[in-house]
């Protein structure tokens, strides 16, 4: 027992090792520091590079604003909403020259852990109203619905005048109903169910008057339209019976216009064969008047070729015209047809 306890309490103890792990100790302990320094560094660094950057899609849009309040904005390429509405925002936050407005989507960056990013969608959104009852010009009833197609073009107007999009259907709801109501109010029943030029011009003129009142809060409405219209069972005969007459009434005036355009086809016609009817009698009157010429001027050289004969030939061509088969002629006897005679019968 002694002996053991000697071999391990003596100087044979290694005393190499003990001092070994003191000296490896200190320098892993400053190593694994150093990787935990890098790695903070490191994570620290990817933050504010995160913090620094953000990214806008395609279809978005988005409002920076520091402290609360709005410093730039991002918009889709082709928002033409502060140059044609200029004139009605000028008293607005975006066009006071503080808020500082950039086009084009993709990589934006920002002052980080300071600046704030809020998107907003830059697509059409579509507004659907309840169904109502509306009058005519005449107090005819109808069942319509309308809708409308809409859009955020600021967001900072949006984001300070509205703020959701359920205010924003709230508000909009409030002004396009209305307008298209009133549009029909001023129509005739015939031209509100028939005359869709004139129910056109009439939804353009409410759109104006939307758009004047909405863009202040960063909307513009792009179209409105009737999305259903159904007749109150009151009104369906009555509507029917001024349907039928206006198509009457088109097709009366059709069959006017077609007639007075026979009538047009028909005088131009007969005009026109009258017109060859007479050239066509002209040019033969010339024909034959030429040939008559034609023909004198060949027996005047045949009668001037022996005279004596052609005073013969002419007597008994008057002898031909004047007297028949059964007629009786008394001549004298100095007439030169009874010597001619006298010479006939002679021989």
Partial sequence: MSQFQSFYSGSQTPPQPQQNVNTFTPFMKKKG??????????????????ESMFIVGESEQASVSRFGVIKRLILNVGNDFHTEY?????????????????????????VPFVDKV?????????????????????????YITTYAQWHITDPALFSLKLGSMGAAENQLDNIIHPVIV?????????????????????????????????????????DIQIHRTILPAANIDSTYARMQADRAKVAQQLRSEGNEEYNKAVAAADLEARQIEAAAISEAGTIR???????????????????AFYAYWRALQALETAIDQD?????????????????????
Avoid at 90 to 99: F, L, M
Avoid at 124 to 135: H, I
């Fill in 33 to 50: 520091w150093k990787l935990i320094l890098a790695a903070v560094i490191a994570i620290f660094v990817l933050i504010l590079l995160s």
């Fill in 86 to 110: 200029a004139e009605q925002i000028k008293d607005e936050i975006t066009a006071s020259g503080d808020v500082a407005i950039t086009y084009g989507s993709g990589l934006h960056f920002k």
């Fill in 118 to 142: 809020e998107t907003y969608s830059g697509r059409l959104f579509t507004y659907v109203s309840n169904s109502e009852v509306v009058n005519t010009l005449e107090k005819k009833q109808y």
């Fill in 182 to 222: 009133q549009a029909i109010n001023r129509m005739m029943a015939a031209d509100f169910i028939s005359n869709k030029d004139a129910l056109n011009d009439a939804l353009n003129e409410g759109l104006r008057a939307i758009n004047e009142d909405m863009c202040v809060r960063g909307i513009e409405v792009k």
């Fill in 289 to 307: 008047g030429e040939a008559d010429a034609e023909a004198a001027g060949i027996y005047a050289d045949a009668y001037a070729a022996d005279p």
């Fill in 327 to 347: 007629a009786t002629l008394v001549l004298d006897q100095t007439n030169p047809l009874f010597a001619d005679l006298m010479q006939f019968i002679t021989e």
